[in-house]
């Protein structure tokens, strides 16, 4: 499907039965590739308008209530990494992506990631601005990006207000800037968007945190057994960056590796009290050791005494 980057298309034009089949196409073209859901009602109203702004796309897009995804086979299709700035002008928008999932109220923006599997749902009618941004462009004014994805600002105070008005406003002119003058409004683009979500991450829901570090425990403990469990293996589990998993656990108190190596050595104390016939490397294997003179120096490390120098006391 080509589209006229300055103006604007709509489904009016076309007979109820194919407007929601031309909305389809409509994401993937503006949006990069979604899959959604085919449906068999008549009529479905919306209309978008696109346009470049030297390395960015700004998308203005109003439709009727729908739901779609981005799964491995979309993001396959993903010519360049892209963060999207989602900023609701009219209705809401829930969104699920990296364990996180919120309901985008209008008036309020969030960040999300193309990388990455996401979900989202329109209970109701929705107007919406979409800025589609490099990676690359993202990350040299914003680092941690990555960590801030779905986290929801609000457009109508503090740094949050000035960013949406700056947005509304490249979606109203951005057809009239010059190419030559694009890249230091951009520049101010992503001064404003750093602002905003680092105030965020400044307030950031220490509720939502702990949430997601005990959900992460418990896979952990679930894969105490398994030798080969590495922090990667954990954050890809959890939908997560793996600075993100790190960060997580260093805001309670531990790194991720030193909680693991606690869990395992707690465990073998408890087995080594409640199976006094079985061998210790047997009990150490278990728990996820794979060497049982390392083992031994852990243990004795985190509880003052070897593993037999324990069981004997304590029988």
């Known amino acids: ?53 030297g390395q960015a796309q700004i998308v203005h897009c109003a439709c009727d209530p729908c739901e779609g995804r981005r799964g491995k086979a979309e993001i396959a299709q993903l010519q ?28 309020s923006f969030t960040l999300w990631d193309s990388t990455r599997p996401i979900a989202f749902g329109l209970p ?40 949406a008005t700056h947005l509304r406003a490249l979606a109203r ?9 694009t890249a230091p409004i951009l520049r101010a683009t992503l001064d404003l968007l750093a602002t905003s979500l680092s105030a965020v991450e400044d307030d950031a829901d220490g509720g939502y945190h702990r949430a997601m570090r005990r959900r992460i425990q418990d896979f952990i403990l679930q894969n105490l057994a398994d030798p080969d469990l590495r922090p990667d ?55 996820g050791f794979s060497d049982a003179a390392h083992f031994s120096r852990s243990f004795r490390d985190m509880f003052g005494v070897s593993p037999r120098q324990f069981r004997k006391t304590a029988n």
């Open 173 to 181: 002119e951005g057809a009239a800037l010059p190419l030559s003058g």
């Open 233 to 287: 293996d954990i954050a890809r589990a959890a939908g997560i960056s793996e600075r993100q998993l790190h960060r997580l656990f260093q805001s309670g108190g531990h790194t991720v590796e030193r909680w693991i190596w606690q869990q395992r050595l707690q465990r073998c104390r408890d087995d080594l009290l409640a199976r006094p016939t079985a061998r210790i490397s047997e009990i150490a294997f278990a728990h």
């Open 1 to 53: 499907m080509q589209l006229d980057a300055t103006t604007i298309h709509s489904s009016d034009h076309l007979p109820g039965a194919r407007q929601y089949d031309w909305w389809r196409d409509a994401v993937s073209a503006t949006h990069l590739p979604w899959d959604l859901p085919r449906r068999l009602e008549g009529d479905y109203r919306a209309r978008f308008r696109q346009q470049a702004i």
């Open 124 to 163: 109701q009618d929705l107007e919406k601005i979409t800025l589609l941004l490099p990676h690359e462009l993202v990350a040299e004014r914003l680092p941690q990006a990555e960590d801030l994805v779905l986290r929801p600002v609000s457009g109508r105070r503090g740094p949050g207000a000035l960013f």
């Open 80 to 107: 360049q990494p892209l963060f999207g700035i989602l900023y609701v002008l009219k209705g809401r928008e829930k969104l699920t992506q990296g364990g996180r999932e919120i309901m985008l109220e209008q008036g």
